[in-house]
């Protein structure tokens, strides 16, 4: 074995752990969520003959709600499987805050930094300059934490350490939104 490699959760575990987590035990919550799932997954995989996983739709909607709530569940605590075909389902379905900090520590795993594809309309700008200036503010709050001591070393909690981090990969990753969009203008002037 590679000694660079290091034993890690499996990725399957990792994304059920973080969804459960989010989904707190609350069984409506759970239902609507694996609705959810279920919708988005249809709408990948429109052809029926292409859908590996075979959500219930018996036409009671309370039977089909807690059946597949199960079907979910079931692979997320690793009962069942986790197909990889569903894994875009099940992230897609979690609200914007926790897809893209689920995004986050994936990419992590590789030691990738997830950056959102720029918007190229009036609205989205906005949106990313905005985001772009809400990252800056945490990073800054986030870093100088670090600093009231004057240094940043191990003396710094672990807590405040990690903070600070993904603080900065989030600006990181607002400030390669603008540099994409920059480079892509660029290259379109060529």
Do not use: C
Not at 40 to 55: G, L, Q, T, V
Not at 155 to 165: N, R, Y
Request: zero cysteines; a negative charge; hydrophobic letters at 40%.
């Amino acid at each position: 074995m590679n000694k660079n490699h290091q034993a890690r959760e499996p990725r399957s575990r990792l994304i059920g752990r973080y969804v459960e987590n989010w989904l707190n035990g609350t069984v409506d919550k759970q239902s609507a969520y694996a609705d959810d799932v279920r919708s988005i997954y249809h709408a990948h995989y429109p052809d029926p003959a292409d859908r590996r996983i075979k959500f219930k739709s018996t036409g009671d909607t309370l039977i089909d709600l807690r059946e597949n709530r199960q079907i979910v569940m079931r692979r997320l605590r690793g009962e069942i499987k986790f197909e990889s075909d569903i894994e875009e389902s099940i992230i897609e379905a979690l609200p914007l805050p926790q897809r893209m900090e689920l995004y986050r520590l994936l990419n992590a795993r590789a030691g990738l930094l997830a950056a959102s594809i720029p918007s190229n309309t009036t609205t989205g700008t906005a949106h990313d300059l905005g985001r772009f200036a809400r990252e800056f503010a945490e990073a800054v709050e986030a870093v100088g934490d670090l600093l009231r001591d004057g240094v940043i070393d191990s003396a710094d909690t672990p807590e405040k350490l990690l903070k600070a981090q993904m603080e900065l990969d989030d600006l990181i990753g607002a400030a390669v939104t603008f540099k994409s969009a920059i480079e892509k203008a660029r290259q379109e002037q060529l």
